[in-house]
């Protein structure tokens, strides 16, 4: 019998770096969604975060869908991996009603 070889995805696309535990830092600052403005998520405003993901959205070139998915895949993303670190007042912060407000869709 032949010994089996298993590869992790990552290895083969690049054997000469150990696969990455910080997936998901690798996707926020790699990612073709958005280019997202600096400090997106500490503002403490929720309309002007609603506001900075459409902009972000709409002028974006590499993003693979329509503006609004695209921003709210991007608010989805960061509050589902902040996980339970996320206080309560920072998760209403990062409502998605806002987002949805600031493109004109039922709340």
Not at 25 to 42: I, K, N, P, R
Request: hydrophobic share 35%; aromatic share 6%; glycine share 2%.
């Amino acid at each position: 019998m032949m010994p089996v070889l298993t590869l992790c995805v990552t290895q083969m696309a690049n054997p000469k770096r150990p696969p990455s535990k910080r997936w998901s830092q690798e996707v926020t600052e790699h990612s073709d969604a958005l280019d997202l403005e600096a400090g997106v998520f500490t503002l403490k405003d929720p309309k002007k975060i609603a506001a900075s993901l459409k902009r972000s959205a709409e002028a974006s070139e590499r993003r693979k869908s329509d503006p609004y998915r695209s921003a709210m895949s991007m608010l989805s993303f960061y509050v589902n991996r902040a996980g339970k670190s996320l206080s309560e007042a920072d998760r209403a912060r990062l409502e998605k009603d806002e987002l949805r407000k600031a493109f004109g869709r039922k709340t």
